[in-house]
Nanobody, 121 residues
Framework: QVQMVESGGGLVQAGGSLRLSCVAS????????MGWYRQAPGKQREYVAV???????NYADSVNGRFTISRDNAKSTVSLQMNSLKPEDTAVYYC???????????????WGKGTLVTVSS
């Protein structure tokens, strides 16, 4: 049983900052890449950022230079520091992880339920 839980969403003015966190819990055998996705109202879910088990990072062009993804393996946590927020960043942000749980030898993707970020102009 694996659970991903996001936190840190809220309302912020344009130009402000927020820090999102996501904790993976349960019977985790191996934690691989972790990332963030978002879904704006009326839009498809889109990729935001990823961090590998070796701490290599990658960002969508729309957030590159403004967002920073990091992880804390001891706490099974991935974070997203969001700076210089824009109204177009408004979305539900979802945590994602590729991991192997104790019941399987295969790596699978797990998702959190999302946290809402609203950026006002």
């Amino acid at each position: 049983q694996v659970q991903m839980v996001e936190s840190g969403g809220g309302l912020v003015q344009a130009g402000g900052s927020l820090r999102l966190s996501c904790v993976a819990s349960g019977s985790i055998f191996r934690l691989n890449a972790m990332g963030w996705y978002r879904q704006a109202p009326g839009k498809q879910r889109e990729y935001v950022a990823v961090i590998t088990s070796g701490d290599t990072t990658n960002y969508a062009d729309s957030v590159n230079g403004r967002f920073t993804i990091s992880r804390d393996n001891a706490k099974s946590t991935v974070s997203l520091q969001m700076n210089s927020l824009k109204p177009e960043d408004t979305a539900v942000y979802y945590c994602n992880a590729n991991l192997v749980d104790s019941a399987s030898s295969r790596a699978m993707y797990y998702w959190g339920k999302g946290t809402l970020v609203t950026v006002s102009s």
